[in-house]
């Protein structure tokens, strides 16, 4: 029996899924881009190929869908996809259900004027107030003051809906390692990222160590979103306050912001990123044989390259190389580039007996596996 972890190649934005053994699936964010639907590419046809895994697995929902945070790279076309409770308009026609949505508190909270919101954020805004309104099917992170306060203006109080809420330094409970051979520690967000803080999306974003269990052995999966480095700071020092490092550990990391050197450092640096000293304490938990992974385009290692405003940049992968080499890790893997750039198909690893596992897709169509053997228990 195998645990699986998906990465789909949709460009500068994020869509991963964990499928468990034991059927249940979370799919993380949903970035679809409509002219994939013509063959135009190179980003996968999200939208089709969820739908096939889907049907051969003889299901029409999720477990979870846990939406990080609410910029349109982590959202793009969701609404569509997904059938949402809270009007009819969003429901049948072959629409994808949720069992239960993870959303920050950010994500109910956050106001603005209309052409500082997309649209679609406001769908989920609505979907997600109605599913926290009725009690059920959702899992809010963190609950700031301003969470209370809008609970008690919706004539509720915190107590009835606590259940529904985890903080930061808890497991969600919806998994556990016994029944699933999974669990979810929330690292972030703090309640002062939303009731101190401006940046209601990126500081605020929804980042977890995920840990499997396989035959007494952990595998350690770090799921960031769209964090600055100040924000990956706060969860060091907080993790280490608590004596929790073993959650900053990893065998696979989804890098934050698609290689963006601010999840790094405030300074880009000309040929390479060097991290500030808390971060590095991130970097520096990569176990051996581990993986990294960029959820983005192809990382050019040229002028170009380097002197790019949006991410990715080139800078921040050479630091990431750096440490995934002094801990002896395996590969840095960019979504957009395997097997190749101009194709690229989903990533996949898996947790099984043998240990965590890449099965990579060459040119060929053979495929490749690259192995982490498994540790001994104990």
Known sequence: MTHRIVFYPVGNGDTSQIILENGKRILMDYRHRQKSEDGQGPEINLKARLKRELKDADRDYFDVVAFTHADSDHIENSTEFFELQHAAKYQGDGRIKIDTLWVPAAMILETGTNDQQSSEFVIWRQEARYRLKEGKGIRVFSKPDELKKWLADNGLTLDSRRHLITDAGQLAPDFNLTDDGVEFFCHSPFIKHVDEGDD???????????????????????????????????????????????????????????????????????????????????????????????????????????????????????????????????????????????????????????????????????????????????
């Not at 979103?225 to 700071?233: N, P, T």
């Not at 608590?242 to 450092?265: F, K, Q, T, V």
């Not at 080499?325 to 007996?353: D, Q, S, Y």
């Open 200 to 378: 209601l999306r990126n500081a605020a974003s929804l980042i977890f160590n995920v840990r499997f269990r396989k035959n007494g052995v952990n595998y350690d999966y770090l799921a960031v979103g769209d964090s600055e480095w100040s924000v990956l700071e706060d969860i060091v020092t907080t993790t280490k306050y608590h004596g929790n490092m073993d959650r900053l550990a990893w065998d696979l990391y989804n890098i934050p912001h698609h290689c963006s050197y601010l999840a790094l450092s405030d300074n880009k640096g000309e040929f390479e990123t060097t991290p500030k000293p808390l971060v590095e304490e991130i970097l520096n938990a990569g176990k051996d044989g581990a993986y990294i992974v960029s959820s983005s385009w192809p990382i050019l290692d040229s002028k170009e390259g380097r002197e790019q405003t949006q991410p990715p940049h080139i800078q921040a992968k050479k630091c990431y190389q750096r440490y995934l080499k002094k801990t002896g890790g395996a590969k840095f893997l960019v979504t957009m580039e395997e097997p190749n750039a101009r194709k690229p198909e989903p990533l996949e690893f898996k947790i099984n007996a043998y240990g965590l596992s890449l099965a990579q897709s060459a040119v060929s169509a053979a495929s490749i596996i690259i192995s982490k053997p498994a540790p001994r228990a104990g």
